[in-house]
């Protein structure tokens, strides 16, 4: 079974330009998560979908920071402009389902973000 | 929402040695899980653990939902083990702690 796909997995930026991260969650998972991890802490939750509905974006910060996902699976994360405290590792996860008896967490490789 | 917190935040062991990470959660959860995230910044999955004992390998963990504990036991350890240890509680939103860096010597 395939895991968690991202892209790029490496990318450097200039302050005040855009960026976005792409995300292919396993298949038939139903929620869809994207992370950021700042270096030396644990990751920390931007949004959650549960097929192509937003389910948690309170950490987001929505004035630079969006994110979609159409038609329930692939998703993209996009900063616009990025700052230089949004260097950080960007990790895409999902889930078989919201919530419930079983919702094991599967992560993607990331994608290191550099904001020069 | 829920604390997560993680001890001890850093460990040096020498390879053959056994270990025990600590998990502390503010409130009852569902669901836990432990990864470890390698050197190159993987996420990887170790043990989707709400309650009980799991074991796999030389990897077991506890969590004592009632007491709101897990604990993580590694025995002997050897260099790929290094990396950090999070720990992460379930509940909406999903809560990880700071880490346990593990440095295994030879």
């Known amino acids: 079974e395939a895991g968690v796909a991202q892209s790029p997995r490496y990318k450097i930026i200039e302050k005040r330009q855009s960026v976005a991260f792409w995300c292919n969650p396993i298949?038939?998972?139903?929620?869809l998560y994207w992370y950021q991890q700042i270096l030396g802490q644990g990751p920390k939750l931007l949004i959650q979908f549960q097929n192509n509905g937003v389910v948690d974006d309170s950490q987001l910060p929505k004035d630079r920071f969006s994110a979609e996902r159409l038609k329930g699976v692939d998703s993209t994360l996009k900063i616009q402009p990025a700052k230089l405290e949004d260097s950080a590792v960007y990790l895409c996860a999902s889930s078989e389902r919201l919530a419930g008896a079983y919702n094991e967490q599967f992560f993607g490789p990331g994608t290191r973000l550099t904001v020069l | 929402g829920i604390q997560v917190e993680q001890s001890p935040p850093d460990l040096i062991l020498q390879e053959g040695a056994n270990s025990t990470l600590r998990c502390n959660f503010s409130d009852s959860v569902n669901n836990l899980q432990w990864f470890h995230q390698n050197p190159w910044g993987q996420l990887i999955n170790l043990f989707y653990?709400?309650?009980g004992t799991k074991q796999n390998g030389r990897l077991s963990a506890t969590t004592v939902a009632t007491e709101r504990y897990s604990l993580l036991y590694i025995s002997s350890s050897q260099t790929t083990d290094s990396g950090v240890y999070f720990c992460a509680a379930l509940e909406p939103p999903m809560r990880f702690g700071a880490g346990t860096r593990l440095t295994v010597k030879p």
């Open positions: 653990i709400p309650s």
């Open positions: 298949s038939g998972h139903a929620t």
